[in-house]
């Protein structure tokens, strides 16, 4: 058990998904694991582990922001022995050919800041995903015709942005979709030796200002854990 993570030794699996909202994960869970039992709830942040297709697999909620999902992170591989981590989540679009509901595979993220930058001090570290995820993920989504888009996206510290002039230089420089931890999963796992990857619906519009309605979101979240899922045990 560690200070975020109530879990007892052997109840984290070796692969984990980490939806930012910890409800997210209790209805993944439920849906998605066989004999899912719930392994952590210290302050709310629920996680659970079951088994997915026989391969034992971990759910834990993140929250929101690259300060968060560090904490959690860095106690899953340290402390239990997490080597596949997988973050499924809702982005913004910023580019006009994505649209509601596509699935983005993070390639690249690109950030101001997040909690891994002092380290690194003047050097600007460009975090990546793990190409076997990737590769296997973009096999998974295109099985199933699901409108996959790969590249870079911008991990973002802040919710409320007041920086239009910053979203603007994203646009133009190609940058997919917007949202707030892939970067620093992306460097944690690089740091530890693991595989990482984000695997992202597109909930919200930048540029046209759509948004799904909430009773749409689940439909479309529950084929991106399918093919984080996939993705994870493609070679094992």
Not at 19 to 33: M, S, V
Not at 92 to 117: F, K, N, Y
Not at 145 to 174: A, W
Request: hydrophobic share 45%.
């Amino acid at each position: 058990m560690t200070i975020h993570i109530g879990a007892a030794p052997g109840d984290i699996a070796q692969t984990v998904l980490l939806p930012g909202d910890p409800y997210r994960a209790k209805w993944a869970a439920e849906r998605f694991l066989t004999d899912a039992r719930q392994v952590n709830d210290v302050r709310g942040m629920l996680g659970f582990t079951g088994t997915w297709q026989g391969h034992p697999v971990t759910i834990q909620g993140s929250g929101m922001g690259m300060p968060s999902l560090s904490i959690y992170v860095n106690e899953l591989i340290r402390d239990y022995g997490a080597r596949t981590l997988i973050r499924i989540g809702s982005c913004g679009a910023m580019q006009e050919q994505v649209a509601l509901r596509d699935l983005i595979l993070a390639m690249t993220a690109t950030t101001l800041g997040s909690p891994s930058r002092g380290i690194f001090r003047e050097l600007n570290f460009a975090p990546c995903a793990d190409w076997g995820l990737l590769r296997a993920a973009a096999d998974a989504a295109g099985a199933k015709g699901t409108q996959t888009h790969i590249g870079g996206i911008y991990s973002s510290d802040v919710f409320y942005d007041e920086r239009p002039d910053l979203n603007e230089q994203m646009v133009r420089h190609g940058i997919l979709g917007v949202e707030m931890e892939a970067a620093e999963l992306y460097t944690l796992a690089v740091r530890h030796k693991c595989r990482a990857l984000a695997v992202l619906t597109v909930s919200d519009h930048l540029i046209t200002g759509e948004a799904l309605p909430p009773e749409q979101r689940e439909t479309s979240f529950g084929e991106m854990v399918e093919i984080a899922l996939a993705a994870a045990f493609a070679e094992s």
